[in-house]
């Protein structure tokens, strides 16, 4: 055989295996998408499963409950409230004056107890 018949069989051999191979693959993708496409479809035309219960009717009433709550923080509130406000300068000089008569105190009571 002449090397231009070799090279012609050769072509056409390798043209047609990547023909066959560009084929299978186009042909393949498409298959996948057609398949996606007709999932997608299906799932939008069943209706939905049911879904849970909402936490508002799965909650129950606790009236009991509820009020012992409000209660505390309602208290948690007034002392915090209470101590924001409370006169902390007024204490400061009472403890002072209350200390220095505490002081007074133990020195005459010790003057007193060595003088007799």
């Not at 043209?15 to 998408?33: D, L, P």
């Not at 209350?98 to 107890?113: G, T």
């Amino acid at each position: 055989m002449s090397l231009w018949v070799v090279g012609t069989l050769a072509g056409a051999l390798t043209g047609g295996v990547m023909y066959q191979a560009f084929s299978s693959s186009i042909r393949t993708r498409a298959n996948n998408v057609s398949n996606a496409l007709h999932g997608c479809s299906v799932a939008m035309a069943d209706p939905l499963p049911p879904g849970p219960v909402p936490a508002s009717q799965r909650i129950e009433e606790r009236p009991f409950t509820e009020l012992l709550k409000r209660k505390w923080n309602e208290e948690i509130e007034s002392a915090w409230v209470a101590a924001l406000h409370y006169d902390y300068a007024g204490l400061w000089s009472r403890t002072k004056g209350y200390s220095r008569e505490l002081i007074e105190r133990a020195k005459s009571s010790s003057s007193s107890a060595s003088s007799s």
